[in-house]
């Protein structure tokens, strides 16, 4: 079962303002994700947070998982992200 989407309102606000086919890619990435979040190919998880990271292109998003939720807490460019 996959997990639901969530955005937080600053990743939601920076997703919008992202070029549609930019945001398609993000979009389709954040669909695998929730389809296996734990899957290494996808995501890695940051050391000393509950926090996964997914690089995509010139984007890196942040998000957390927890049982039903897949909450995208931020995203930014590589260089400024962390």
């Not at 919008?16 to 669909?31: F, G, I, M, Q, Y």
Request: glycine share 4%; charged share 30%; aromatic share 8%.
């Amino acid at each position: 079962m996959a997990l639901e989407i969530q955005f937080t309102a600053t990743a939601r606000k920076y997703f919008d303002s992202l070029d549609k086919p930019t945001r398609s890619r993000v979009a389709e990435k954040l669909r695998a994700i929730a389809e296996d979040p734990r899957d290494a190919r996808l995501s890695k998880p940051l050391i000393g947070t509950d926090k996964r990271s997914a690089r995509i292109g010139p984007y890196r998003v942040l998000f957390v998982i927890n049982e039903r939720f897949l909450t995208v807490v931020e995203i930014g460019p590589r260089g400024q992200i962390y």
